[in-house]
Each structure stands twice: as structure tokens, then as C-alpha cells.
């Protein structure tokens, strides 16, 4: 099981921004693509955005397209997901995991197990 520390949430009014942090313990996250997940309340899990191992390639949900960014930091053994413009359906409990693939892609399924998350409240 790959361990991870999701952190940076908080309460931010509509409009606003943060920045979550997703940062792998125990294992080096340099060789796997890793996403965001969030869920809502009363909703399921969903994938918001992911990025290749290489940090080449992201791909993003429509939902959040144009305000959200994913990038890395692998010195930091950190993936973070740049939260700008912030609505109120953003407002869930986020989630990171990771794949390991042989090729360089952004593709991020989901796990089995998932770690504690970092809750994002945005509301005025």
C-alpha cells in the first residue's frame, strides 16, 4: 500500500485560492503518476486531474479546467494540486494515489485504500 500525507486545506471564500500538497511516505514517488481525487458530500469519489511520472503529461476534469493546475516537485517527493478561483461544488475531502507504469502517462485509477485526505470548504 502507498502511503500519503494530503495537506493545505481549509476554508476559503468563493474566488479564493489554495494549494494542496500530496506528499508520498515511505516510497519515492519519482517513478508514478499521481492524481487528485475529491469527494463531495454525499457524492461519490471522483478524479479531478493527474500527472504523468515525467511531469509531462496532466490531464484535468472538465469541472475544474482552467482553475485548477496539478504539477510536481519530485526533490520534494511532492505532487501538488493549484487551486485558483475556487467554487462551492470544489468543497470535498481531497484525496491523492499513485500508479506505477511502464510508459509515460497521465492516467490515475483509483485505490482500494485510501489515506485521511485534506477537506476543502469553500463558502461565503
Avoid: H
Avoid at 10 to 32: E, H, K, N, W
Avoid at 73 to 90: G, I, R
Amino acid at each position: 500500500q502507498l502511503l500519503f500525507v494530503e495537506s493545505g486545506g481549509g476554508s476559503v471564500q468563493p474566488g479564493g485560492s489554495l494549494r494542496l500538497s500530496c506528499a508520498a511516505s515511505g516510497f519515492t514517488m519519482r517513478t508514478y503518476a499521481v492524481g487528485w481525487f475529491r469527494q463531495a458530500p454525499g457524492k461519490e469519489r471522483e478524479g479531478i486531474s493527474c500527472i504523468s511520472s515525467t511531469g509531462s503529461r496532466t490531464n484535468i476534469a472538465d469541472s475544474v479546467k482552467g482553475r485548477f493546475t496539478i504539477f510536481r516537485d519530485d526533490a520534494k517527493n511532492t505532487v501538488y494540486l493549484q487551486m485558483n478561483n475556487v467554487k462551492p461544488e470544489d468543497t470535498g475531502v481531497y484525496y491523492c494515489a499513485a500508479k506505477q507504469w511502464s510508459i509515460d502517462i497521465a492516467v490515475c485509477p483509483g485505490v482500494d485504500e485510501w489515506g485521511k485526505g485534506t477537506l476543502v470548504t469553500v463558502s461565503s
